[in-house]
């Protein structure tokens, strides 16, 4: 993370002290490196355009959607992945082209798919026959053709969190191999729908290279059966969900390591660079979907000490950021290091980190070692960036944060912190 660091026993986002920031905004506050952003998108770019592949590199707008993070990305030249017909308008109104669009998703509505084919977007991504069939009608109906890529499920263990691995048997997503021809060849056959691609996208925050082999070597033998039945496939789609550093992100004398089984991650361009050789060898294009690795490390969220609590088996620190400004804690217990703004030699506590919202699962941290902080004091979430606030809500009536973008000596207010007469029932 080289746009965050330390600096004098305090923490810095580029240019600034985050602490300054934070007073001038208040917390909760998401701050967002640009030039971290940057880096991630080009470090992931970099190796395709060495390679000469034609491809198409569509950022996950789902990990973040903030209107200036998603302009940053166009203007480099990003394709966009949408979930919705929300990140569909999303993407049209802040500068993606139609033809680097594509839609993913195991349950897109009539009107989304009918929006999707009038704005002509370059690709489907389909889970299922009965929704090719549904795509067909209404582009028949429109007198349009809809260009599909087959989602397949291959049924590889991508060794992450079971609520974020997609590519399994017990998973919702993709076609079961064992229908997998069978649905090629039904949609074929299907009015007004060209099959253009196959795509297996097998989970996020996959920290192996191994997993990504595995998938495209399947989908390279995939390929050679159903084109062996005259169908012609020009794209291969292997997705994202390349991993990202959670834990140590930040070292310093007064920040406890934390055990970290993952303690070796591949570079971000080296997951891409891994299947570089074998992708070459197909003369297919090349469309990948990465989002939490162009965003996650490039932005913080930073909270406030409200007050401390020693209870008879625990102490909590208990804080103005809550599940509704990150859920990314409470939803399946997913790690960020903590760092208070400001460090010193106060000596390490073990506490639970936890938010104001009236929930046992609001929570930043449990059981965590953390130098000692009181009531006032700051700190950094950090690896914030993606599925911070796109994930956020108003639950118990709560405002969600303000966000700000860091650009050297820059910064700008992205996003102002909801006012209470936005909250409307």
């Known amino acids: 993370m080289n746009h ?17 920031l934070a007073q001038e905004f208040g ?5 967002y ?20 592949l034609d491809y198409i590199n569509c950022y996950a707008i789902k990990a973040n959607s ?36 594509t839609f993913t998703g195991v349950g897109k509505t009539d009107h989304e798919i009918e929006y999707a084919l009038k704005e002509n977007i370059f690709n489907f991504t389909v889970e299922s026959l009965q929704e090719i069939k549904v795509i067909s009608e209404i582009a028949h109906r429109l007198g349009v053709i809809a260009r599909i890529s087959v989602r397949v499920n291959p049924d590889i263990d991508p060794r992450t969190h079971p609520y ?3 590519g399994m048997k017990e998973n919702k997503f993709g076609i079961d191999s064992r229908d997998i021809l069978e649905v090629f060849t039904t949609a074929s056959k299907l009015p007004n729908i060209d099959i253009i691609g196959i795509h297996a996208h097998i989970g996020s925050q996959i920290t192996e290279i191994q997993p990504y082999i595995d998938s495209v070597k399947y989908l390279i033998d995939l390929i050679k059966i159903v084109e062996s039945k005259g169908i012609n496939i020009r794209y291969v789609n292997f997705g994202g969900g390349f991993g990202v550093r959670y834990k140590n992100v930040l070292t310093h004398r007064y920040i406890p390591l934390e055990e970290d089984n993952n303690s070796s991650y591949p570079s971000l361009g080296g997951y891409i660079e891994s299947v570089i050789e074998l992708l070459g060898s197909l003369g297919k294009k090349l469309i990948i979907e990465p989002g939490r690795s162009m965003t996650a490390n490039a932005g913080i969220l930073v909270g406030k000490v409200l007050y401390t609590k020693q209870g008879e088996l625990k102490k909590f620190i208990i804080t103005d950021t809550g599940m509704n400004d990150l859920m990314r804690p409470c939803l399946y217990q997913a790690y960020h290091q903590i760092i208070p703004l400001v460090l010193s030699d106060t000596g390490y506590e073990t506490v639970d980190i936890v938010g104001p919202v009236c929930e046992t699962s609001d929570f930043l941290a449990l059981n965590r070692k953390i130098q000692k902080m009181e009531r006032g004091h700051m700190f950094a979430v950090m690896t914030a960036g993606a599925y911070g606030y796109t994930l956020s809500s108003n639950y118990n009536a709560r405002l969600r944060p303000a966000e700000v973008l860091v650009d050297g000596d820059k910064y700008h207010l992205i996003r102002e912190r909801e006012k209470l007469e936005e909250l409307h029932y």
């Open 4 to 20: 965050f660091y330390i600096k004098d026993n305090r923490l810095y986002a580029e240019n600034f002290l985050v602490e300054d």
């Open 27 to 31: 917390t909760p506050l998401y701050i």
């Open 33 to 52: 490196s640009k030039n971290q952003i940057l880096k991630n998108y080009r470090e992931i770019n970099q190796p395709l355009v060495n390679s000469k």
């Open 66 to 101: 903030n209107p200036e993070i998603l302009k940053l990305l166009a203007e480099e030249g990003a394709g966009a992945e949408i979930a919705s017909g929300g990140e569909l308008y999303l993407a049209l109104k802040f500068g993606y082209l139609r033809n680097k669009i």
């Open 164 to 166: 974020i691995t997609t």
